[in-house]
């Protein structure tokens, strides 16, 4: 699977924006994909995740209530909306696809159990 990620940019806080990742090649019901950013000197930690088939959803505490992750089975992707955005929510911005698909949900979060990485999408949120 390879995954495009597109739609970062630069917003003032309080703005919205919205991710898509973009998988080419097949995603099977037990995947997990989840949204994951980066910020410079950071490590890179978990925003969301949905599990392929049941649409099960998972979020970081700091983007609950802000953000929205959802999946389109047609177009085979992942979309990111983010709303009420804040300068610390600035980062890079990284789709990844865990093909084993863990029913924990603090599985979720960890970097090493995703096996498919985009490139990444700058999202710059100023103050």
């Known amino acids: 699977v390879q995954l495009q990620a597109s739609g970062g940019g630069l917003v003032r806080a309080g703005g919205s924006l919205r991710l898509s990742c973009a998988a080419s090649?097949?995603?099977?019901?037990?995947?997990?994909m989840g949204w994951f950013r980066q910020a410079p000197g950071k490590e890179r930690e978990f925003v969301a995740g949905?599990?392929?088939?049941?649409?099960?959803?998972h979020y970081a505490d700091s983007v609950t209530g802000r953000f929205t992750i959802s999946r389109d089975a047609a177009k085979n992707t992942v979309d990111l909306q983010m709303n009420s955005l804040k300068p610390e929510d600035t980062a890079v911005y990284y789709c990844?696809?865990?093909?084993?698909?863990?029913?924990?949900?603090?599985?979720?979060?960890?970097?090493?159990?995703?096996?498919?990485w985009g490139q990444g999408t700058l999202v710059t949120v100023s103050s």
């Open positions: 990844a696809a865990d093909t084993d698909g863990s029913r924990i949900l603090a599985v979720w979060s960890r970097p090493t159990e995703y096996d498919y």
């Open positions: 090649g097949v995603i099977y019901s037990s995947y997990v």
């Open positions: 949905i599990q392929w088939r049941s649409n099960r959803k």
